[in-house]
């Protein structure tokens, strides 16, 4: 059991969920991104991976050759603070990479969630460990949700299996990290908000 929640944990890490979020909202509604070719928009899908997955973990490689951190679960609160910090700001770089797309503005809603949802999830570290693996995946579900919402697309039965997915990822951070119920419904919380308010206030800036 332990094993298959590590697994999840690994699968579903909150690096993915960036680049998974663009693509899932490109599959679920094409009209996001109408004016952008189809190989355009898989370049598009691999520089988006290399700045919000890549670039994050060769820099935490980095921190924990240094001795900044002790591993790359960064178990304690306060080894998860300069990687975060890091990652917000490639995170950035991926923003204004989708701004220049031509893209529909749902797009830079979501991505603009899910930089409002790891600068919180910085200052919350600060005080107190969230779970940022339920950051992720709670972004992602916001994001599918405000697309249907905005659009009128059916996806309940999607956005349903989305759910039992974070339910899954829930327990695997029960069983595999000290965090608590609490942490854990925080962050997907959090992720959630972030994103869905964002893209159905259009705060793409």
């Known amino acids: 059991m332990r094993a298959l929640a590590r697994f999840l944990s690994i699968v579903l890490h909150p690096l993915v969920m960036p680049t998974c979020t ?32 890549l670039f994050p973990i060769t820099s935490a490689f980095l921190l924990l050759r240094s001795g900044s951190i002790t591993s790359l679960e960064m178990p304690t609160r306060q080894e998860r603070i300069a990687p975060l910090v890091m990652t917000l700001v490639y995170y950035g770089m991926a923003y204004y990479l ?25 200052l919350i570290t600060l005080r107190w460990k969230i779970s940022a693996h339920m950051v992720g995946i709670g972004g ?18 999607f956005i349903a299996g989305l759910t039992l997915l974070a339910g899954l990822l829930a327990t695997a951070r029960l069983l595999t990290s000290d965090h608590t119920q609490g942490q854990v419904l925080a962050g997907a919380t959090l992720g959630w908000c972030c994103t869905y308010t964002c893209i159905v206030l259009g705060w793409a800036i």
Do not use: E
Request: no cysteine; proline share 8%.
């Open 140 to 157: 992602l579900i916001g994001a599918i949700t405000g697309i249907a919402t905005i659009h009128g697309i059916p996806l309940l039965i």
């Open 98 to 122: 989708l701004r220049q797309a031509p893209l529909h503005p749902a797009i830079s809603g979501a991505f603009m969630g899910i930089l409002a949802a790891l600068l919180l999830t910085v």
């Open 22 to 53: 663009v693509w899932l909202a490109l599959y679920v509604d094409p009209q996001l991104g109408y004016f952008l070719p189809q190989p355009s928009r898989w370049t598009l899908i691999g520089m988006l991976a290399l700045m919000t997955i």
